[in-house]
């Protein structure tokens, strides 16, 4: 039996860690926009919108950790052009909101 103190101590995360959870997180993102975009069904955009904001705050935490201020800003960015697609989801909106993610994937493989 292990005693208290005795065991192994979690490793911390390393920078490398959170830059792959943020690929893996604008990943499924850019998929559920793109099924969003598809779906004709609202109850399947309901459920896409959740995984989008799920996936949203997940980007937000894993940027927070990185403490890069270009990848911020682009989280930043990325927030409100999200926000102003789910109110109206036309070309130009979806366009702004997917050249933001390509750009945030961009910055995050710079810093790798």
């Known amino acids: 039996m ?3 103190g005795e065991g192994k101590i979690p490793e911390e995360p390393t920078e490398a860690t959170y ?6 997180n ?7 926009l793109e099924s969003y ?13 959740e995984i989008m904001n799920q996936q949203l705050g ?6 927070q950790e990185i403490k890069r201020s270009g990848i911020y800003n682009q989280d930043v ?7 102003k697609f789910i109110a109206n989801p036309s070309a130009e909106n979806t ?3 997917e050249h933001d ?8 493989q710079l810093g790798s």
């Open 2 to 4: 292990t005693k208290v």
């Open 58 to 63: 997940l980007i937000k935490s894993s940027i």
């Open 77 to 83: 960015k990325v927030e409100t052009d999200y926000q």
């Open 26 to 32: 604008v990943a499924k993102f850019q998929n559920a």
């Open 37 to 49: 975009q598809e779906s004709t069904d609202s109850n399947e955009k309901v459920r896409l919108k």
């Open 101 to 108: 993610l390509q750009t945030l994937k961009e910055y995050n």
């Open 19 to 24: 830059r792959a959870a943020l690929n893996q």
């Open 95 to 97: 366009a702004a909101l």
